[in-house]
């Protein structure tokens, strides 16, 4: 989080970040025995707040670590979490965060879309074709590419 801060204070780039920051910013993100200190969720607020970071909110399951222990006494908590600068969120104003729960881990798979409208697609292949070879400019264009 301490570079996030010298990010914060040393630039005016609009940008995110994305960390197991192993902290709470609400006892709502947290399913389990124990709630956590309010000091330390406290401070972490005021941390974000300070620095104008807005936490992203995430589709889907909305934890994103697991203890898995005896089945009454399992513990979820968001601690992997998105921020980003309000100059970020103006650029990417359809973003979509989203939660894909792993079997195999103790943390989530987190996917972010910049721009949640556009369909994700993949490019054609590149096809070679014979009559490029007909091209004037053909060898300029290979021996100074």
Not at 45 to 72: A, C, F
Request: with cysteine.
């Amino acid at each position: 989080m301490e570079f996030a801060l010298s990010l914060s204070n040393d630039t005016f780039v609009p940008w995110c970040i994305f960390c197991d920051f192993d902290d709470l910013l609400s006892n709502d993100e947290k399913m389990g025995l124990i709630d956590n200190p309010s000091w330390l969720i406290h401070r972490f607020q005021e941390t974000t707040s300070d620095n104008n970071l807005y936490d992203l909110p995430m589709k889907g399951h909305q934890y994103t670590w697991t203890k898995q222990r005896v089945k009454h006494d399992n513990v979820e908590e968001r601690l992997d979490k998105w921020f980003a600068t309000f100059d970020w969120l103006d650029i990417f104003p359809k973003f979509k965060l989203s939660n894909g729960v792993v079997a195999k881990s103790n943390h989530s798979l987190i996917l972010l879309q910049l721009d949640a409208s556009k369909k994700v697609s993949f490019c054609k292949k590149i096809r070679f074709e014979n009559s490029w070879l007909l091209e004037l400019e053909l060898n300029d264009v290979i021996h100074h590419g």
